[in-house]
């Protein structure tokens, strides 16, 4: 059975920074793209950040550029997000998506999804 289970969320100030970890189980990931997503309340799931198998090709959102990063462990089979210079608006539960394919940004394009876990930024 394969699960992703995302943790590292929490409540900070604006300013402030977070580190997110998926950890995945059941198969390895070493072969495919990984990706970070949110979805704030009332709004869609969107596209926050992917990173190819190899780690050589990584895609940020616009909104994120500069302050997020994206990174993964394969021998852990854990992929991470290190955001900084936490804003209000990036208030979101983030969830890991795995095995994707295709477009990197694209939610449809993942096979295997996280619960998600809760950031909150006050301001």
């Known amino acids: 059975q394969v699960q992703l289970v995302e943790s590292g969320g929490g409540l900070v100030q604006a300013g402030g920074s977070l580190r997110l970890s998926c950890a995945a189980s059941g198969r390895s990931f070493r072969n495919s793209a990984m990706g970070w997503f949110r979805q704030a309340p009332g709004k869609e799931r969107e596209f926050v950040a992917a990173i190819s198998w190899s780690g050589g090709s990584i895609y940020y959102a616009d909104s994120v550029k500069g302050r997020f990063t994206i990174s993964r462990d394969n021998a852990k089979n854990t992929v991470y997000l290190q955001m900084n210079s936490l804003k209000p608006e990036d208030t979101a539960v983030y969830f890991c998506?795995?095995?994707?394919?295709?477009?990197?940004?694209?939610?449809?394009?993942?096979?295997?999804w996280g619960q998600g876990t809760q950031v909150t930024v006050s301001s």
């Open positions: 998506a795995a095995a994707g394919s295709g477009s990197f940004a694209v939610v449809d394009s993942y096979a295997y």
